[in-house]
């Protein structure tokens, strides 16, 4: 199917069903129940999961395959943002040439900083990486001002020139749509105590994760891919052999930039407003995560580990001292206090000290991520079932000589 084996398919396939019934699989308790303040099916959380999965499918693809670990990645989310909300204020509010042009300037960008970065392997290729990003966040910031708006950031404004769209009607206000497809636009689905929400935004946003995520398969099954792989396993005896693996890690690197101005594209389609604190190394760090968390060298890592980062930023940070209240009620009053006081470092602001344990218990214990930790699963679950199988067979060749 598409030119990808059985397995392959199997997966892009489960990916694809799992992006179409977003709004069911998030949405999982009913509204006004104690529980509905985990469901993440709300628009702006389901663009983001799908969004930075584009941005750690990216990554991985140079990390993954390569083992050149970049700090710097945001700079080319930054920039991507940065060319799209400057077509929508130029050009069109049409997200389909913001994003094409955030893709193209920042291939742009990460060729030039590839080719310099690359000259060094190791953890100075990370630093200059880091040192890049950190450059052109101070520039996006303060030098140059009038270009990216500095600490107020950029967004679409009535008097803007918008040489393809027609003049706006008094008191309206540009918004980003596709082909007239406003993004925000959607509907709502009550089912019992349920609510779906279908968000034009989102379905938009996920067909270009799955385009991108069947792109990084072709990418990982192609001889480019072998070629890349080579050089994680061993660039210096690759060297030795005649091949120069410069051009295989600089194609490497822009491509991982391409997808990273994709994201930024997407953000500014969802989102009309930039900043450049999507360039500072925080964000960078971010992505690191999510790809080392899923499963740097997997497939489908990278996205489970963007969505997992992104649930707990959204929905295990806006836990307070109120819900603890709520659910330790039941509770005596000392047990219930105690209770509180253990959890609530943990929660709320104290997100990323959960995050942070998970991560160390991640690469201690599952080096290969959330996707090994599935496996290990799937691995226990076969031997039982294999156990039984043996054991039922067993029987019945006990039972065929009483019988005959």
Same mark, same amino acid.
């Given at each position: 199917?598409?030119?990808?084996?059985?397995?392959?398919?199997?997966?892009?396939?489960?990916?694809?069903?799992?992006?179409?019934? %977003?709004? +069911?699989?998030?949405?999982? /308790?009913?509204?006004?129940?104690?529980?509905?303040?985990?469901?993440?099916?709300?628009?702006?959380?389901?663009?983001?999961?799908?969004?930075?999965?584009?941005?750690?499918? &990216?990554?991985?693809?140079? #990390?993954?395959?390569?083992?050149?670990?970049? /700090?710097?990645? @945001? @700079?080319?989310?930054?920039?991507?943002?940065?060319?799209?909300?400057?077509?929508?204020?130029?050009?069109?509010?049409?997200?389909?040439? %913001?994003?094409?042009?955030?893709?193209?300037?920042?291939?742009?960008?990460?060729?030039?900083?590839?080719?310099?970065?690359?000259?060094?392997?190791?953890?100075?290729?990370?630093?200059?990486?880091?040192?890049?990003?950190?450059?052109?966040? *101070?520039? *996006?910031?303060?030098?140059?001002?009038?270009?990216?708006? &500095?600490?107020?950031?950029?967004?679409?404004?009535?008097? !803007?020139? $918008?040489?393809?769209? &027609?003049?706006? *009607?008094?008191?309206?206000?540009?918004?980003?749509?596709? /082909?007239?497809?406003?993004?925000?636009?959607?509907?709502?689905?009550?089912?019992?105590?349920?609510?779906?929400?279908?968000? @034009?935004? =989102?379905?938009?946003?996920?067909?270009?994760?799955?385009?991108?995520?069947?792109?990084?398969?072709?990418?990982? $099954?192609?001889? #480019?891919?072998?070629?890349?792989?080579?050089?994680?396993?061993?660039?210096?005896?690759?060297?030795?052999?005649?091949?120069?693996?410069?051009?295989?890690?600089? @194609?490497? +690197?822009?491509?991982?930039?391409?997808?990273?101005?994709?994201?930024?594209?997407?953000?500014?389609?969802?989102?009309?407003?930039?900043?450049?604190?999507?360039?500072?190394?925080?964000?960078?760090?971010?992505?690191?995560?999510?790809?080392?968390?899923?499963?740097?060298?997997?497939?489908?890592?990278?996205?489970?580990?963007?969505?997992?980062?992104? =649930?707990?930023?959204?929905?295990?940070?806006?836990?307070?001292?109120?819900?603890?209240?709520?659910?330790?009620?039941?509770?005596?009053?000392?047990?219930?206090?105690?209770?509180?006081?253990?959890?609530?470092? +943990?929660?709320?602001?104290?997100?990323?000290?959960?995050?942070?344990?998970?991560?160390?218990?991640?690469?201690?214990?599952?080096?290969?991520?959330?996707?090994?930790?599935?496996?290990?699963?799937?691995?226990?679950?076969?031997?039982?079932? !294999?156990? %039984?199988?043996?054991?039922?067979? !067993? *029987?019945?060749?006990?039972?065929?000589?009483?019988?005959?």
């Amino acid at each position: 199917m598409l030119g990808l084996n059985k397995k392959d398919g199997t997966l892009l396939l489960i990916v694809a069903i799992l992006a179409l019934f %977003a709004p +069911f699989i998030l949405n999982p /308790f009913p509204e006004g129940s104690a529980l509905a303040q985990f469901n993440a099916g709300y628009p702006d959380l389901m663009q983001r999961l799908v969004i930075f999965g584009i941005f750690a499918i &990216g990554f991985n693809i140079l #990390f993954g395959l390569t083992g050149y670990l970049s /700090f710097g990645h @945001a @700079a080319f989310l930054g920039v991507g943002s940065y060319a799209a909300i400057w077509m929508m204020k130029l050009l069109t509010m049409n997200v389909i040439p %913001a994003i094409i042009v955030s893709v193209i300037v920042a291939g742009i960008f990460s060729l030039l900083v590839g080719f310099i970065s690359l000259r060094r392997s190791g953890i100075y290729f990370s630093i200059l990486t880091l040192a890049f990003a950190q450059m052109s966040y *101070a520039l *996006a910031y303060s030098v140059l001002t009038p270009i990216t708006g &500095g600490e107020t950031g950029l967004q679409p404004k009535i008097n !803007d020139p $918008r040489v393809l769209d &027609g003049a706006l *009607a008094a008191g309206e206000t540009p918004r980003a749509n596709l /082909f007239g497809l406003e993004m925000g636009s959607g509907f709502d689905l009550t089912m019992g105590g349920w609510i779906f929400t279908f968000n @034009a935004g =989102y379905y938009i946003a996920a067909v270009v994760m799955l385009l991108a995520f069947y792109l990084s398969i072709r990418i990982f $099954r192609s001889p #480019f891919g072998m070629m890349l792989r080579a050089v994680k396993s061993n660039q210096q005896r690759m060297n030795y052999t005649g091949l120069n693996s410069k051009p295989y890690t600089l @194609a490497a +690197f822009v491509i991982s930039g391409m997808y990273a101005g994709l994201a930024g594209g997407l953000l500014v389609a969802m989102d009309t407003q930039v900043g450049p604190e999507r360039m500072f190394w925080t964000a960078s760090g971010e992505v690191v995560l999510m790809t080392i968390l899923g499963g740097a060298g997997t497939l489908i890592g990278p996205v489970l580990g963007a969505g997992f980062i992104k =649930y707990m930023e959204n929905i295990v940070s806006k836990i307070n001292k109120s819900v603890l209240e709520q659910w330790f009620a039941f509770m005596p009053d000392g047990i219930e206090d105690l209770m509180i006081t253990l959890v609530y470092p +943990f929660i709320g602001k104290g997100w990323h000290l959960t995050l942070g344990i998970m991560f160390m218990l991640v690469v201690i214990f599952l080096p290969g991520g959330l996707v090994e930790g599935g496996q290990r699963l799937g691995k226990v679950f076969r031997r039982r079932d !294999d156990k %039984a199988t043996s054991v039922e067979s !067993d *029987a019945a060749e006990q039972r065929k000589p009483a019988a005959e």
